[in-house]
């Protein structure tokens, strides 16, 4: 698995490397092309780093496979409806979907009816990007390290409180992980969007959050919150002085959020073999990977088998903090 690292990524990403190009050689990638424009569906908001990478991705594809690829972005529902118009179109290789860690490995645990199936609808083609996320709290809170904030959250129960971008999204899984592995009880409390709830816990209306590092990052460096731990697998590069998750002595509170191309299942093998043929040679780019750094993601591309295998992966621990920590979404 290929990745581009600016000091953010990528817990339990890392996979066995595969030589950039030759494998969809060896399959015989270079041989397919798409005959009329490709749909490129998004299943969240224009402007976010989902929507961002699909969009650095969509132009250079246009470039290599000599029609337009087209991002539509359909909302809603945590990301399912997108997910389900993807899943149920014509699997001729003109349908892709830029999906995420949410989509493929956390909503089956959370809505009873999916309307598509996150492993038997999809082909997997390859990785897109990560990011990891940062325990953030108030200034105001009594604790300069991330040990001392575990005693002080183990001392005030659900008296200190975290926020959000909603039941179910990734601040909330990753934060219900570190709570699992911490041991504390915390009270949640769900904002829409991720904006909002940094916005409460710079002003104190919650005490902490697990919000993605990019979108932090601005604050910290403010000093309008303080960072105590960071969730990747090695420091960021852009925060070395912030300890890790394992280096705090919660291994298991270490999380990555991701993004990954598919298309729906039964495309051609030779279709998936040149679409993950361009997208690793894309994500090596240095330019790609400065567009996506702006986006705060960072680039990981890999083989259709390695993406296959992070979903199960990672399906089967989300599936079990759903579980533990009893998460339902209304």
Do not use: C
Not at 42 to 66: K, S
Not at 227 to 233: C, Q, R
Not at 250 to 261: F, H
Not at 300 to 311: D, K, N, Q, Y
């Amino acid at each position: 698995m290929f990745i581009a690292r600016r000091g953010l990524l990528a817990a339990g990403l890392a996979l066995p490397s595969v030589a950039l190009p030759s494998l969809a050689r060896a399959q015989g990638g270079g041989a397919w092309a798409p005959t009329h424009p490709v749909r490129f569906v998004v299943p969240f908001p224009a402007g976010g780093a989902t929507d961002v990478v699909a969009r650095v991705l969509g132009e250079r594809l246009q470039q290599r496979l000599g029609q337009p690829v087209v991002v539509e972005n359909r909302t809603g529902s945590g990301g399912n409806l997108g997910m389900e118009n993807a899943a149920h179109s014509p699997a001729d290789g003109h349908t892709l979907v830029m999906a995420t860690m949410g989509t493929l490995s956390i909503n089956q645990h959370l809505y009873r009816n999916l309307g598509f199936d996150p492993v038997k609808g999809f082909a997997p083609i390859s990785m897109a990007f990560g990011t990891d996320h940062v325990l953030i709290v108030n200034p105001g809170v009594p604790a300069r390290t991330a040990q001392e904030f575990v005693a002080l959250a183990k001392e005030k129960g659900s008296g200190i409180s975290y926020g959000s971008a909603g039941s179910g999204s990734s601040t909330h899984m990753v934060a219900e992980l570190f709570r699992l592995a911490a041991g504390i009880q915390p009270m949640h409390v769900p904002y829409r969007g991720s904006a909002p709830a940094l916005n409460d816990t710079i002003a104190g209306t919650v005490q902490f959050m697990l919000d993605q590092l990019p979108s932090a990052l601005g604050q910290i460096q403010a000093g309008t919150v303080r960072a105590l731990a960071t969730t990747g697998p090695r420091r960021s590069a852009l925060l070395p002085e912030v300890p890790t998750m394992a280096e705090i002595g919660l291994p298991a509170a270490e999380a990555t959020s991701w993004g990954a191309v598919l298309a729906p299942a039964g495309t051609p093998a030779a279709a998936i073999a040149r679409y993950n043929q361009a997208i690793r040679e894309i994500l090596a780019e240095p330019g790609a990977q400065e567009r996506l750094a702006a986006a705060g993601a960072d680039a990981v591309s890999s083989t259709p088998e390695e993406l296959a295998a992070t979903i199960r992966r990672e399906s089967d621990k989300w599936g079990r903090v759903v579980q533990e920590a009893r998460i339902t979404v209304n």
